[in-house]
């Protein structure tokens, strides 16, 4: 079955930590992948999205991932975190026409 | 920069009544989407609907899920006899047609929470 997994579902870090935030998924082949932020009280936004080339992919707001084929990940990364991160984040993987999220990862981070 | 609205923001209703969500998706998009997000779970696939018919669909849709693009704008779920179990946020996403991967990105609305008494 087509299944999307983050690692972490609460992770609580200091301003200007660094981030990453782990994602597999199970499809073996070619995917589209994304991560999505959702703000307190705000709608799902688009971080960034990898569908081929460059495996390191560069995103809104200072966040990056990497799309790791043999290991079939799409980790999320930010070399420093702030405030106003604090929301949760998906990982999600298109199966054909669909978006299928993992469960989703709650940050918090602290000022 | 368009976006997708959905309305209403929240809405409550008694268990067996008919509700319907309704969406407008960006102007130029083609294809549509519904999702849903229980409290505390995951963000999960309802339907997709291309062409005036509904091109792929989850277990969850079951028959009390309905469809529809009633004008040229809107985009409407139809739950007709809501259960307490149908209580998430109903999210609408859409996407244009393009023959480019780039194209695969869904643009989702704010949602609406429907409360289910």
């Known amino acids: 079955a087509q299944s999307v997994s983050q690692h972490n579902h609460h992770v609580i870090l200091s301003e200007a930590a660094s981030l990453e935030l782990g994602c597999n998924y199970s499809?073996?082949?070619?995917?589209?992948l994304f991560w999505y932020v959702q703000y307190p009280g705000q709608h799902l936004q688009l971080l960034l999205k990898?569908?081929?080339?460059?495996?390191l992919v560069k995103g809104i707001k200072g966040f990056e991932a990497e799309f790791i084929k043999s290991k079939f990940s799409f980790n999320l990364r930010k070399p420093s975190v702030q405030w106003s991160d604090t929301a949760e984040y998906f990982c999600?993987?298109?199966?054909?026409?669909?978006?299928?999220f993992g469960a989703g990862t709650i940050l918090r981070v602290k000022s | 920069e368009p976006e997708v609205t959905q309305t209403p923001s929240h809405q409550v209703t008694q268990m067996g009544q008919e509700v319907i969500l309704r969406c407008v998706p960006i102007?130029?998009?083609?294809?549509f989407y519904w999702y849903r997000q229980i409290l505390g779970q995951k963000v999960e696939f309802l339907v997709s609907?291309?062409?005036?018919?509904?091109?792929?669909k989850s277990e969850i849709f079951d028959d009390q899920f309905s469809v529809e693009r009633p004008d040229g704008s809107n985009f409407t779920l139809k739950i007709r006899s809501t259960k307490l179990e149908d209580s998430a946020m109903y999210f609408c996403?859409?996407?244009?047609?393009?023959?480019?991967?780039?194209?695969?990105?869904?643009?989702f609305g704010p949602g609406t929470r429907l409360t289910v008494l």
């Open positions: 499809y073996g082949g070619t995917v589209n």
């Open positions: 999600a993987v298109l199966y054909g026409n669909k978006l299928v």
């Open positions: 996403a859409s996407r244009q047609r393009t023959r480019t991967a780039s194209g695969n990105e869904q643009f």
């Open positions: 102007s130029n998009h083609l294809y």
């Open positions: 990898y569908f081929s080339g460059d495996p």
């Open positions: 609907f291309y062409n005036n018919e509904i091109s792929e």
